[in-house]
């Protein structure tokens, strides 16, 4: 499984949550320089954000993200302890997931 | 509750007849609403007010000072730019970035239902293009845009 | 270019040929040392181990390299090589073993020159060494380095978790310049510094002490050959990857349309030695965010 990792730090009165995703993000158009063929589409599609087992956010994304992902988004009212959760699949029906306690 | 432990349960629960009460219990509903579907036509579009129709049914408004983009005016490496998106706005509902030369242009869109209106990442970029952000609040629409030059070629190894 | 005529005779290096009477590395050192401060007045010593970020005329470049390093991409590779480094290897034993026992010394020692073998380790061959004594299969091992990127990233990853251990921690090459052998190790490397090679008749020199903090066409910014190696293995942006040091020497020679040498060869070897050598006393920043 893909190697997922999520920071959190506090941010102006709100907690950043910051996801970083081990995932080629593969755009379908680059040419494999050894085999001349194009490598295909593999990208993750849908990544969801979960604050104490609600989902806060729900990002779809296309194969212009970057290799190695990286999300962030901010949520009010998250306390140290509070658990925060990401899952994620791809267009392979890969999926991954990770999760950590909101600190400081 | 995966299909394979439903199929096990209810093997064993037809024995003594307790599907019926479970049925009625609610207890074999999913317990997770499915996220909505991947919007693939929005992805595949190949202009800025294609992929916003698809998503939002209408193409991007003026812009607006609500909506603040921070991204460099010159990216080091098209590969990896940096964008963060922020608002003023209440209760935003999503914030989609399009990157208008890109083949496709939308590169994310992000549904909000607990977090603030605000959205960082990392994109792709093909060339020197336009970007968009719209943000959805309130039903309205509203956006901001900016060019970030890309320089490609160098002496890359 | 004259000015490297003149630098060259000022350190001591005749045309491309050396005059071992001439050689001090202690000089050297201090010579290398006094151009950058002059060449960078308003950067603090310590700073230029960030590479091009360090110089002034990279802002831009240096902002978008924070941006980055709010969450780099390579702590991906950094946690898989943690990982690797605490697990016990099939025969027993591990690299955190091979630390405590001294097969690897601390990373500030590295390039070290090696008394019983007459010969330089630097961090990734004491790596490899200690899993191949412990008869361990690693594909980094047994795979070609120069070729095969898959197991040369899971090596950097290995190598960028033991350097992150020592953040921070200033760089002190163990290098014995009274052994002749350890000397002439240092003078090659040296050599290759300011010795110009390839199509583009370029030395190490033309970009990274002639034109530190030029940014060519526009979007080649060239950093000061003082802090080079400090940050590496490193992720380069052009790259999308953590890698070795011995990559960045090869992919460096073939941009300049030299031959590139072979990983861990004599001519990159006393280079990372020379090299390493003239960022004496500067704090590691490996692994970090490169170009």
Redesign the interface.
């Known amino acids: 499984m893909a190697?997922t990792?999520i920071?959190t730090r506090p941010a102006e009165g709100a907690t950043e949550i910051?996801v970083?995703v081990?995932h080629p993000m593969e755009t379908g158009q680059r040419v494999d320089p050894k085999t001349k063929e194009k490598i295909p589409a593999h990208f993750i599609q849908k990544l969801a954000i979960e604050l104490n087992g609600k989902v806060i956010a729900d990002v779809d994304m296309g194969v212009a993200i970057?290799?190695?992902p990286?999300v962030?988004v901010k949520v009010k009212d998250a306390k140290s302890g509070d658990k925060v959760k990401v899952s994620w699949s791809d267009n392979k029906g890969e999926k991954g997931d990770a999760e950590t306690d909101v600190t400081g | 509750m995966n299909s394979l432990d439903r199929r096990t349960f209810l093997k064993s629960a037809l024995a003594g007849g307790i599907v019926t009460l479970a049925a009625s219990a609610g207890l074999l509903k999913p317990t997770r609403v499915l996220a909505a579907a991947w919007p693939a036509n929005a992805f595949e579009a190949k202009t800025a007010d294609d992929a916003l129709k698809a998503l939002y049914g209408a193409a991007a408004p003026a812009t607006s000072p609500a909506v603040t983009l921070k991204a460099?005016?010159?990216?080091?490496?098209g590969?990896?730019v940096?964008i963060t998106v922020s608002t003023s706005l209440p209760k935003v509902e999503s914030i989609a970035i399009l990157v208008k030369e890109n083949p496709n242009p939308l590169v994310v869109k992000v549904a909000f239902t607990g977090a603030e209106g605000y959205f960082s990442a990392?994109m792709k970029m093909g060339k020197t293009s336009d970007v968009v952000v719209v943000a959805k609040s309130g039903g309205k629409l509203y956006a901001a845009s900016q060019q970030i030059k890309v320089?490609?070629?160098?002496?890359?190894? | 270019m004259k000015r490297i005529a003149t630098l060259l005779a000022v350190l001591g290096v005749a045309g491309v040929c050396i005059a071992p009477a001439l050689a001090d590395p202690q000089s050297d050192l201090k010579q290398f040392r006094d151009y950058f401060k002059k060449s960078f007045p308003t950067v603090k010593f310590d700073e230029f181990s960030n590479g091009l970020y360090a110089l002034p005329q990279f802002k831009?470049?240096r902002?978008?390299?924070a941006?980055?390093n709010?969450?780099p991409?390579y702590?991906?590779g950094v946690?898989?090589g943690k990982k690797l480094w605490n697990t016990k290897f099939t025969s027993g034993g591990s690299f955190a073993q091979c630390l405590k026992d001294g097969t690897i010394t601390p990373a500030t020692s590295y390039p070290r020159w090696d008394k019983t073998t007459k010969t330089i380790r630097t961090a990734e061959l004491d790596i490899m060494a200690c899993a191949s004594k412990a008869g361990e299969q690693l594909p980094f091992l047994s795979a070609d380095l120069s070729k095969e990127e898959g197991p040369r990233v899971q090596l950097a990853g290995v190598t960028g978790y033991f350097y992150s251990m020592y953040r921070g921690k200033r760089v002190k090459p163990d290098i014995d310049f009274k052994d002749p052998e350890a000397l002439a190790a240092y003078e090659r490397g040296k050599h290759f510094w300011w010795a110009r090679r390839g199509q583009l008749n370029f030395a190490c020199a033309s970009c990274h002490v002639e034109l530190a903090g030029k940014d060519?066409?526009?979007?080649?910014p060239l950093s000061a050959g003082l802090g080079h190696p400090v940050g590496w293995p490193a992720y380069r942006?052009?790259w999308?990857r953590l890698d070795t040091i011995m990559q960045?020497y090869?992919?460096?020679n073939?941009?300049?349309r030299a031959k590139p040498f072979k990983p861990y060869g004599d001519e990159y070897l006393t280079l990372q030695l020379y090299e390493t050598y003239m960022s004496s006393d500067l704090p590691l920043t490996a692994p970090s965010m490169r170009?």
């Open positions: 190697l990792k920071k910051l970083l081990n970057s290799k190695d990286l962030a | 460099p005016f010159q990216a080091e490496n590969a990896v940096p990392r320089t490609v070629g160098g002496c890359g190894g | 831009e470049y902002a978008m390299w941006s980055y709010e969450f991409p702590e991906l946690e898989q060519m066409g526009g979007n080649q942006v052009e999308q960045r090869a992919t460096c073939s941009q300049v170009n």
